[in-house]
């Protein structure tokens, strides 16, 4: 009893002053959040799926102050990529910076406008996959989100935009706590790229709920960081229907702390998600990535792939759970999560899961943590590579197979060389 009243007194004391929704739709479906929130009160360190991460600072009144980094001179992410600029400042959105809200195939509102529209398709979507997601395993810092959440994008793709899509988040603000909800719904046949980055606020609490339908496909790509003092909690929600196909990869440099969920389902058959990241954390850095995948459809694939470099005392945390339900035969899912611990004071902590009711699968997960091998470095130190050089170049080729879960190589080039400059900087 004492650990469930404190979890509901951190709640009472989050929710304390703050209203519901901004009218129309948006009230009743927040205030459902809310409901569901209650009996679960905010995330403790003795939670199972938080017993490797410390959700304090990510569930305190006020976030703990974040001092702003300085980018300048920094060309940022996706920087020469043509695109629809959407620009957040401090979890705001900022229509001045942004670029007009009209592309070929697609409608996008901000959440504050689709609220205030009676009948808008976002009322069918707004909170529904978080909800589901709350199942088997309890998600509150979502829920927390869909409640209280006023800033976000509700994204309708009927087409195939001959640009992607790209939220860039800034920080103005050392004391920033942004609340971001975006919807993003594919019709059948309908494709997209949304591409973020930036570190959005001093704490960032995120949720990005996705529907792909029948034969549609999503590629989504985004890069946190590098201010080194952020925290992050981010979660998606996917629904993949028949056919269809969701790819996400993230690369993470820097930040305090970060905890990234993705909780997707299969659910018809022949449907495709595919689950990337790559981490580089150096000194006071602790990331987690908590992955659910559910198959419910036939011959379904899934692939999660996740690679951290650390040093410096840094932490990684990867929690990964494939579920094949009964009848989803044939599927194929395929589950690895390695490390690169570049001293003896970083860790690497690792659940991998499966559950299977189905027959007739292909399975399989795996995971390691190892230093740089000296036989590779000694090969290439002998061909006349500086020490300095030939680390980064061993430390490119291990994040490289979740580099590789990126279709478009303009893009794959840019994290590319985001890490190259990350892995220059520090060299000592």
């Known amino acids: 009893m004492g650990l469930l009243q404190a979890k509901s007194d951190a709640l009472a004391a989050r929710l304390a002053g703050r209203t519901l929704g901004q009218g129309g739709w948006l009230v009743a479906v927040q205030a459902a959040a809310l409901d569901r929130l209650r009996p679960?009160?905010?995330?403790?360190?003795?939670?199972?799926?938080?017993?490797?991460?410390?959700?304090?600072?990510?569930?305190?009144?006020?976030?703990?102050?974040?001092?702003?980094?300085?980018?300048?001179?920094?060309?940022?992410?996706?920087?020469?990529?043509?695109?629809?600029?959407?620009?957040?400042?401090?979890?705001?959105?900022?229509?001045?910076?942004?670029?007009?809200?009209?592309?070929?195939?697609?409608?996008?509102?901000?959440?504050?406008?689709?609220?205030?529209?009676?009948?808008h398709?976002?009322?069918?979507?707004?909170?529904?996959?978080?909800?589901?997601?709350?199942?088997?395993?309890?998600?509150?810092?979502?829920?927390?989100?869909?409640?209280?959440?006023?800033?976000?994008?509700?994204?309708?793709?009927?087409?195939?935009?001959?640009?992607?899509?790209?939220?860039?988040?800034?920080?103005?603000?050392?004391?920033?706590?942004?609340?971001?909800?975006?919807?993003?719904?594919?019709?059948?046949?309908?494709?997209?790229?949304?591409?973020?980055?930036?570190?959005?606020?001093?704490?960032?609490?995120?949720?990005?709920?996705?529907?792909?339908?029948?034969?549609?496909?999503l590629h989504h790509v985004r890069t946190q960081g590098r201010d080194h003092q952020r925290r992050a909690a981010t979660h998606i929600f996917?629904?993949?229907?028949?056919?269809?196909?969701?790819?996400s990869f993230t690369l993470t440099a820097n930040g305090r702390l970060t905890r990234n969920e993705a909780v997707l389902e299969l659910l018809g058959d022949d449907a495709v998600a595919h689950v990337a990241g790559a981490t580089v954390g150096d000194g006071e850095f602790h990331h987690d990535d908590t992955v659910f995948i559910t198959h419910a459809g036939q011959r379904c694939e899934s692939r999660q792939v996740f690679k951290k470099v650390l040093k410096n005392g840094a932490v990684g945390v990867f929690q990964g759970k494939i579920l094949v339900k009964p009848?989803?035969?044939?599927?194929?899912?395929?589950?690895?999560?390695?490390?690169?611990?570049?001293?003896?004071?970083?860790?690497f902590l690792a659940k991998p899961e499966l559950e299977i009711y189905a027959d007739d699968v292909k399975?399989?997960?795996?995971?390691?943590?190892?230093?740089?091998?000296?036989?590779?470095?000694?090969?290439?130190?002998?061909?006349?590579?500086?020490?300095?050089?030939?680390?980064?170049l061993l430390v490119l080729a291990f994040l490289a197979e979740a580099i590789d879960e990126i279709e478009d190589e303009a893009i794959a080039d840019d994290i590319r060389d985001r890490l190259e400059g990350w892995l220059q900087r520090h060299e000592h």
């Open 40 to 119: 679960m009160g905010l995330p403790g360190k003795r939670d199972e799926y938080w017993r490797y991460t410390d959700p304090t600072s990510l569930t305190a009144v006020e976030p703990p102050k974040a001092d702003l980094f300085d980018t300048k001179g920094e060309a940022r992410p996706f920087s020469a990529i043509d695109r629809l600029k959407l620009v957040f400042v401090d979890g705001v959105f900022d229509s001045v910076q942004s670029d007009p809200l009209a592309l070929d195939g697609v409608e996008i509102t901000p959440l504050a406008d689709a609220a205030g529209t009676e009948g």
């Open 121 to 217: 398709w976002a009322a069918g979507l707004y909170g529904m996959l978080e909800a589901c997601g709350q199942s088997p395993v309890e998600r509150p810092l979502a829920a927390l989100n869909t409640a209280l959440a006023t800033q976000g994008m509700m994204i309708r793709v009927t087409g195939r935009p001959s640009k992607p899509i790209s939220m860039i988040y800034l920080c103005t603000s050392d004391t920033s706590d942004a609340i971001l909800h975006h919807c993003v719904k594919l019709a059948p046949g309908a494709e997209l790229t949304l591409l973020e980055n930036g570190p959005a606020a001093a704490r960032l609490n995120k949720v990005l709920e996705v529907d792909v339908g029948e034969g549609a496909r």
């Open 238 to 247: 996917g629904s993949i229907a028949a056919g269809a196909l969701f790819k």
């Open 327 to 347: 009848g989803a035969q044939k599927t194929d899912g395929y589950q690895i999560s390695q490390s690169l611990l570049l001293d003896e004071d970083s860790q």
């Open 363 to 392: 399975c399989s997960h795996g995971s390691t943590s190892g230093a740089i091998d000296e036989t590779a470095l000694y090969y290439l130190r002998s061909r006349g590579v500086p020490l300095k050089a030939a680390q980064s």
